[in-house]
């Protein structure tokens, strides 16, 4: 299977922001779960926001009300819109699906620092 594709990562100053976009093939979009993971040096990968195909979206405690999550079944892609960035949040971001296993792209890294 191919592997999700994510980018839009970079350097932003804190209070700042950034938007992820991962394609992904079209039968594992429009069947699956889609989520991002982020992955901080030292730490375990967590999971960061997750929508499932029929539009129910949860995020984790530390990112709720500054990240959103979407996705855009025209172009096959999930989007995470990052707002008011801060240093805890750097990180290598991933999306995948929880339904699937093994099923991990490259990431891309965001750092927020000033």
């Known amino acids: 299977q191919v592997q999700p594709v994510e980018s839009g990562g970079g350097l932003v100053q804190p209070g700042g922001s950034l938007r992820l976009s991962c394609v992904v093939s079209r039968s594992i979009f429009s069947s699956n779960t889609m989520a991002w993971y982020r992955q901080a040096p030292g730490k375990q990968r967590e999971l960061v926001a997750v929508t499932t195909r029929f539009g129910r979206i949860n995020y984790a405690d530390s990112v709720k009300g500054r990240f959103t999550i979407s996705r855009d079944y025209a172009k096959n892609t999930v989007y995470l819109q990052m707002n008011s960035l801060k240093p805890d949040d750097t990180a290598v971001y991933y999306c995948?699906?929880?339904?699937?296993?093994?099923?991990w792209g490259q990431g891309t890294q965001v750092t927020v620092s000033s």
């Open positions: 995948s699906s929880p339904d699937i296993q093994n099923y």
